[in-house]
């Protein structure tokens, strides 16, 4: 299609891509080849073939292929509700909602259950989606230290909202940096000072807690907080999240939520495969418990060869780097051993903290990782880049 030969705007369009060029900071799509370090399917299962079948005998038994409409309009179906109760029973929760994504169960959660009259303490490390429902809300925020709880306890011993009330929002396992929220000791905080917790799991989901259940659920909180959203899209290898919560909040959702009332619904087939998944996680404490000791070997490789992995105690685990140039010419030099791993730099990040993200699946192997290690030290050393100091 033909561009207008004078758009104010193209230009300016323009002159901002270049200006991310500049900076190493241009994103791109592309299809990474070799062993893959970036995908967020824990467990394995995107090519798995129970899932497949799931589908396959949804349509054979004539599942319809478009949902039509809303779910408040044509888009609702038996099959939703099966699922939606399922989950609630497997999150230990009274109910729960689906989304059409994390974005949109996020948005739609945080966006309609805030008031402006309410402030909301939120990780400085929480992920866009859950920052982006915050603003549509309107409500006051306070934005405290990554996993800080002392300053988490100042801000809520001195925040006294006039009319509305506290919520404090973390994820359980953060995206970029692999660490843990403590969720008990969150609970015990939010208690004390009478907040509401909204957690978000979506790369525990699958990985931690009984039959992979999530951290909360963990720390046998699940009808402690006031929210847990579960994403379809990582460990489940399907696509969507769940609002688990009260029957009360979920009616409230239904009628509240723009991104549930004006999104057209998934075909009822995906709620077939979601269900499948939702099965074969409970019992993969195997594939669980191999995750997490793969990731502790690569991170204890990584710290002997000198290499900063944060705070990581999970199957994610940053390399950090700093530099945006440096963290690409690593990553270059690692596809050309044959690992598919992908730089991750601001905005993503902050400023200075770019980083190879390895996310690791119950695929990997000891030796690959070894493999991985012995590429990323050689690749290091190729382009000259000092020895990081490990993380305190």
Not at 31 to 44: E, H, K, Q, R
Not at 154 to 162: V, Y
Request: charged share 20%.
């Amino acid at each position: 299609m033909e561009q207008p030969p004078h758009s104010d705007f193209l230009q300016r369009a323009r002159a901002d891509l270049e200006s991310l060029e500049a900076r190493s900071q241009l994103r791109s799509l592309e299809v990474v080849p070799g062993i893959n370090f970036y995908s967020n399917d824990y467990l394995g299962l995107s090519t798995d073939g129970r899932l497949r079948e799931a589908v396959t005998a949804a349509l054979a038994g004539g599942s319809p292929v478009g949902a039509t409409g809303s779910r408040l309009l044509s888009g609702h179906a038996a099959a939703w509700e099966e699922l939606e109760s399922g989950f609630a029973e497997f999150a230990g929760t009274e109910a729960a909602l689906y989304f059409n994504s994390g974005y949109a169960a996020n948005t739609g959660l945080f966006g309609c259950v805030l008031k402006p009259d309410d402030v909301i303490f939120s990780d400085s490390a929480n992920h866009a989606s859950i920052i982006d429902g915050m603003r549509l809300s309107g409500a006051r925020k306070v934005i405290f230290p990554h996993l800080d709880l002392n300053v988490l306890e100042s801000e809520l011993r001195l925040a006294a909202p006039a009319r509305g009330q506290k919520f404090i929002a973390v994820e359980s396992i953060f995206s970029m940096d692999g660490d843990r929220a403590p969720i008990a000791e969150l609970l015990d905080l939010a208690e004390r000072y009478g907040a509401e917790v909204i957690v978000d799991e979506a790369h525990a989901t699958g990985v931690l807690g009984p039959h992979g259940c999530g951290a909360v659920a963990a720390a046998g909180a699940a009808r402690r907080v006031l929210a847990v959203v579960h994403t379809c899209g990582k460990a489940l290898a399907s696509t969507g999240a769940f609002v688990a919560c009260s029957d009360v909040l979920k009616q409230y959702l239904v009628n509240h939520a723009r991104p549930f009332i004006f999104s057209t619904a998934q075909p009822p087939y995906i709620a077939a495969q979601v269900r499948a998944a939702i099965g074969i996680v409970a019992t993969a404490d195997s594939e669980r418990s191999r995750l997490l000791q793969i990731a502790v070997h690569l991170r204890a490789r990584l710290r002997d060869n000198g290499f900063d992995t944060a705070r990581s105690d999970s199957q994610i685990v940053p390399v950090m780097v700093g530099d945006n140039e440096a963290a690409l010419a690593l990553a270059a030099r690692l596809r050309k051993d044959g690992f598919a791993v992908r730089a991750i730099r601001p905005p993503t990040v902050a400023p200075g903290t770019a980083r190879l993200r390895l996310s690791l699946t119950a695929k990997h192997t000891i030796e690959i990782v070894d493999r991985l290690t012995d590429s990323l030290v050689r690749a290091r050393d190729q382009i000259g880049l000092a020895r990081c100091s490990q993380a305190g």
